[in-house]
Nanobody
């Protein structure tokens, strides 16, 4: 089994930056897809960004493209989400997810493992 633990969330003013981390245990990644999703109160969980571990390719939601960057550190078995130019509408709980048998997908139902989430709050 794979355990994912997110960290790095917090309170930040609009226009500021945060870097989220997702550390994995129980498995060293060699394939599959890592992704970030977010869920605001009263709304459905939505896709943010995904990374193919073996290929290193990335894909972003239009709402965050140009502001957020997903990256990896193979040595630390960790995936990151660098968030710049944050807006109040970015406020949500951010979740890290892993799909063992996919190169990447935007649908949360295809992901096998999930972290517990980390809160990001952007004030205006």
């Amino acid at each position: 089994q794979v355990q994912l633990v997110e960290s790095g969330g917090g309170l930040v003013q609009a226009g500021g930056s945060l870097r989220l981390s997702c550390a994995a245990s129980g498995r060293t990644f060699s394939s599959g897809a890592l992704a970030w999703f977010r869920q605001a109160p009263g709304k459905e969980r939505e896709f943010v960004a995904t990374l193919s571990w073996s290929a290193g390719s990335t894909y972003y939601a239009n709402s965050v493209k140009g502001r957020f960057t997903i990256s990896r550190d193979n040595t630390k078995n960790t995936v990151y989400l660098q968030m710049n130019s944050l807006k109040p509408e970015d406020t949500a709980v951010y979740y890290c997810a892993y799909a063992a048998n996919l190169g990447g997908t935007t649908r949360p139902g295809f992901y096998d493992y999930w972290g517990q989430g980390t809160q990001v709050t952007v004030s205006s």
